[in-house]
């Protein structure tokens, strides 16, 4: 049996099961998911959107100014156009996809689209999916918004000491990190400059994480980092800074062009080499 039968075998007794699981819940918001999860066996490339949307529920998952989304969205159709154009083929998750009207407007529908794009994620970790999740950092917090405790301080900026200081980085949980994600994640940030080339465009690193990987808990990175195609969570940019410096979300992922060419080419190369 080839691969991509035995891909096909696994999609369908996955799918199957999600859908028994669901249909015993009877849960009236969830979509089904057995066409998302077949195309699996034909995606290279998962690019994750796991941001809330700004008009719907944000229970702290609306990101940046619980306005990520609008920046996210256009620089993962933009990553995935140059992805495409590599030769890879790929799929983006958002999370109000896993409901039947795409509206997140209470907690149960909340917990209800979570825990489906968990299960989701899971399936493209078997499928060896390259997973990437794209998000925009938060910009300065001051330590009393960050936590009381002065231990918060991370980092000086012009003089000033902030709670946190945020920028480009990449971050991956350290409970699921497979050896695939180690060795794409060396090659974006020392033998690629990923990180240097968005901060070319004018972003700042988050200080400390030039040549590092920020390690920290993160549930997306917690079921994907595991894949045999590796994934890795990017931080593009402080959201804050990239609005001072290019207005609006078009101009932003006009302005990143070319690091978004380069982590294409990256993706390809890595997939070519590591990848069956």
Partial sequence: MNQINIKRGWVLLLAGAVITGCVSKKNPYISGIEDYIERLQLTDVLLVSDHTLPHHLNLSTG?????????????????????????????????????????????????????????????????????????????FISPEEYGTNATYASADEDGRQFGYVGGVQIILDKRAVSEATLKLVERIIQEDKILQQLHAVGFRIRPGYADEIRFQENQTMHIAGASKGGAFLLEIAPLDQAVRLFKTPDQVVNAIEK?????????RKFRNASVD
């Fill in 259 to 267: 690091p978004l060419s380069s982590l294409a080419q990256t993706i």
């Fill in 63 to 139: 990101g940046a100014n619980g306005e990520e989304r609008l920046f996210i969205d256009p620089t993962i159709a933009s990553l995935s156009a140059k992805l495409m154009a590599n030769g890879l083929h790929t799929y983006t998750l958002n999370v109000e996809d896993m409901i039947t009207n795409g509206e997140i407007e209470n907690r149960e529908v909340l917990d209800a689209a979570y825990a489906r794009y968990d299960k989701f994620l899971r399936a493209a970790v078997e499928m060896s999916a390259t997973i990437i999740a794209i998000h925009y950092d938060a910009d």
